[in-house]
């Protein structure tokens, strides 16, 4: 075989890795909807191997056929491919990385309420650790991916996945030992995190590593809830809240629709109609069933009692449009059936108690009964039912 066959076969293998390695952990067309993050969580450790194959492929077919007289139309060519390589070294190491896209805070600031920059209307993710309240609005954090801070004591790592619409909150420790984690891309539109030890790669979603040596573990993990910031201040006027690192004030500004789902951008735009890939979902697990509930028709509701897997629930979005709340409505050993009231306020029908958006209620024979929280999501219908193949709808 002449040199001119191994030069084109190496090109074409540094070439295809080189997008590859990207391709399969980034939304690309078609890279996201296959299992395949096996294959690329092997590109992503052999790249190094696959290159100097193809390096050594075309080395001395470049050697020779650059330094060979009359051959000014295969050295044209090799020019050509060689650029064309080049270029493509550099857009997938460079440009099209998730870690050259997003970039973490060079300063973490937190004020309270009173010095706080940030409207009261601005939705959040609430955190609350041994007694310490934190919020982070999720303009910023939607961006970032991940933010490190210690509340209570503890080093939490804050994520969110704007492409799922999912917040979720870590510890980040891996096998009891502290972690760094860097965004790498994302698998069927989820955030993939990279710890910095042993190379894994773990769902932002679930916490789990889904490849490398510490495949099938999961991240300890925080409760979190998302509401506006007022919501959250009502119930933790203490709270510390996360404030906008000047560094990305133009990344900011272009996450500014997302929190209300005006932006136009395929991957996270909003359906407006129901159970669309891109509508938007509360989602509840209660003894390993799931079930994902239509936000607009919640909004509409205000107020929904269902149950699941044994567990009465009591679903309640408030007038804000953001703000939302899942309870156990049974108290006292009894099970309670709730209707809307007022802006923002509920009764039973058993008893008449009114009952406000925080689940106190503040009137009648149950007056200082709180009800008990039940972990919940808002998130895009496809993530909840990718996550939770064997989801219900509440219809």
């Known amino acids: 075989m002449n040199r001119m066959f191994f030069f084109v076969i190496g090109i074409l293998l540094l070439t295809a890795t080189e997008i590859a390695k990207v391709y399969f952990i980034m939304p690309m067309p078609g890279s996201q909807e296959a299992d395949t993050i096996d294959f690329a969580y092997w590109i992503h450790q052999n790249v190094w191997i696959i290159r100097v194959v193809g390096w050594l492929l075309i080395a001395y077919p470049t050697y020779k056929l650059v330094t060979e007289p009359k051959r000014v139309g295969r050295k044209a060519v090799v020019l050509v491919l060689m650029a064309v390589y080049g270029a493509v070294f550099y857009l997938f190491n460079f440009r099209l990385l998730a870690e050259k896209m997003f970039y973490q805070p060079t300063k973490t600031v937190l004020l309270d309420v009173k010095n706080s920059k940030i409207p009261a209307d601005k939705v959040v993710l609430g955190l609350v650790v041994n007694g310490q309240a934190r ?41 009891n030992h502290p972690e760094v984690f860097r965004l790498v891309g994302m698998d069927h539109f989820n955030a993939l995190f990279e710890d910095k030890t042993t190379g894994s790669w773990w769902r932002q979603v679930s ?26 201040t009502e119930l933790h006027p203490e709270t510390l809240v996360l404030q906008p690192d000047s560094t990305f004030k133009e990344a900011y500004a272009n996450m500014e629709p997302y929190e209300k789902g005006k932006t136009q951008r395929p991957l996270t735009r909003r359906d ?88 106190i209620c503040t009137e009648g024979l149950l007056k200082g009964k709180k009800l008990t929280r039940v972990p919940a999501s808002q998130e895009y219908l496809h993530s909840w039912e990718t996550f939770h193949p064997a989801t219900s709808r509440y219809l």
């Open 135 to 175: 919020a982070y609005p999720i303009q910023f954090i939607g961006y970032h991916h991940q933010v490190r801070d210690t509340v209570g004591g503890e080093p939490v790592m804050i994520t969110y996945c704007t492409v799922c619409r999912t917040g979720r909150v870590f510890r980040p420790l891996v096998e």
């Open 272 to 359: 407006s109609l129901a159970w669309k890939p891109k509508s938007w979902v509360v989602g509840v697990v209660q003894n390993k069933t799931a079930r994902a509930y239509d936000w607009s028709q919640l909004q509409k509701q205000k107020i929904t009692n269902d149950s699941l897997a044994g567990t009465p629930l009591l679903l309640m979005v408030a007038a804000d449009s953001a703000t939302f709340h899942v309870w156990n409505r049974k108290v006292n050993g009894q099970i309670l059936q709730f209707t809307a009231d007022s802006t923002d306020t509920f009764r039973d029908r058993e008893t008449g108690s009114v009952w406000n958006r925080h689940g």
């Open 207 to 232: 916490g789990e590593a889904i490849a490398g040596p510490l495949k099938g573990q999961y991240l300890p993990g925080f409760q979190s809830e998302q509401m506006t910031l007022r919501a959250w």
